[in-house]
T-cell receptor
Framework: GAGVSQSPRYKVTKRGQDVALRCDPI?????LYWYRQALGQGPEFLTY????????KSGLPNDRFSAERPEGSISTLTIQRTEQRDSAMYRC?????????????FGPGTRLLVL | GENVEQHPSTLSVQEGDSAVIKCTYS??????FPWYKQELGKRPQLIID?????GEKKDQRIAVTLNKTAKHFSLHITETQPEDSAVYFC??????????FGTGTSLTVIP
């Protein structure tokens, strides 16, 4: 079946612009996670949802970052007033249910470049 | 919060030899430890995981061991093959939701 998908796959933007990154989880997956992965580093937790409820946003770097999942399926990560340090690979993952350590399936990522 | 350290950062082995990657964690409440394999340009994929009520788990050529007292866990790959070459990430979680990842180990299997 279809895996986790993300769009766009690549995004180049100018400093100060807003960007919206989309994640389409595996159908039926309750939990959705956002990570940021710098080159040569492991994924860094940003936030996660169970259904439409944002359970934990402690990993969001600052208030320019926000995420939503209004209908409990597709999620959008928004970065306002982008800065060069925001450049990274942004990945989402989904799982059947977050509790008890269910397997997370990662998406292909969105590579963001802020000029 | 949790802090996961992973060693070594790079590892080269001859085909057929074993490879061992080690991770330590700081939060004694962590109870779930997955390992992910990420090939170049691909997404991370789960290869094996272990929960804190188990000391060892094996799946064909891959095994993971957990020492809760010392707060470390290790990935063991036996009879390595060139297709095992990838970056491997360990992770720790205490809720099954927020995962803390290590910095990765780049494994190269030399034919």
């Amino acid at each position: 079946g279809a895996g986790v998908s993300q769009s766009p796959r690549y995004k180049v933007t100018k400093r100060g612009q807003d960007v919206a990154l989309r994640c389409d989880p595996i159908s039926g997956h309750v939990s959705l996670y956002w990570y940021r992965q710098a080159l040569g580093q492991g994924p860094e937790f940003l936030t996660y949802f169970n259904y439409e409820a944002q359970q934990d946003k402690s990993g969001l770097p600052n208030d320019r970052f926000s995420a939503e999942r209004p209908e409990g399926s597709i999620s959008t990560l928004t970065i306002q007033r982008t800065e060069q340090r925001d450049s990274a690979m942004y990945r989402c993952a989904s799982s059947l249910r977050g509790t008890e350590g269910k397997t997370q399936y990662f998406g292909p990522g969105t590579r963001l470049l802020v000029l | 919060g949790e802090n996961v350290e992973q060693h070594p950062s790079t590892l080269s082995v001859q085909e057929g030899d074993s490879a061992v990657i080690k991770c330590t964690y700081s939060d004694s409440a962590s109870n779930y430890f997955p390992w992910y394999k990420q090939e170049l340009g691909k997404r991370p994929q789960l290869i094996i995981d272990i929960r804190s009520n188990v000391g060892e788990k094996k799946d064909q050529r891959i095994a993971v061991t957990l020492n809760k007292t010392a707060k470390h866990f290790s990935l063991h790959i036996t009879e390595t093959q060139p297709e095992d070459s990838a970056v491997y990430f360990c992770a720790a979680s205490k809720t099954g939701n927020q995962f803390y990842f290590g910095t990765g180990t780049s494994l190269t299997v030399i034919p």
